[in-house]
């Protein structure tokens, strides 16, 4: 979980330094540093908010998954037994 919160929140100084680049701006003024956290914690939240939709579909998957095998191990085992009968 960390690394991907860890991954937006350097992408998030990744866009602020992009658009100070493309402003052609000093990327360390001193009026201007306070944004730098500000993309940092966007960057983090979105990520935080990523892994919990990951996790989510996860567990959707194994209980279909799960589901899936039950239903497949039901139906050998009622072949199995219209065959033997």
């Known amino acids: 979980m960390v690394h991907r919160v860890l991954f937006w929140t350097g992408f998030g100084v990744a866009v602020r330094v992009w ?3 493309l402003e052609m ?3 360390f003024n001193r009026g201007s540093l306070w944004a730098y956290p500000v993309f940092a914690g966007v960057g983090a939240s979105f990520g935080y908010w990523l892994q919990g939709v990951d996790e989510r579909q996860v567990a959707v998957l194994e209980d ?3 589901a899936i095998l039950e239903k497949r191990a039901r139906k050998a085992a ?3 037994e219209a065959g033997t009968a």
């Open 19 to 21: 658009q100070l680049g």
């Open 64 to 66: 279909r998954k799960r």
């Open 25 to 27: 701006r000093p990327l």
């Open 78 to 80: 009622r072949d199995a």
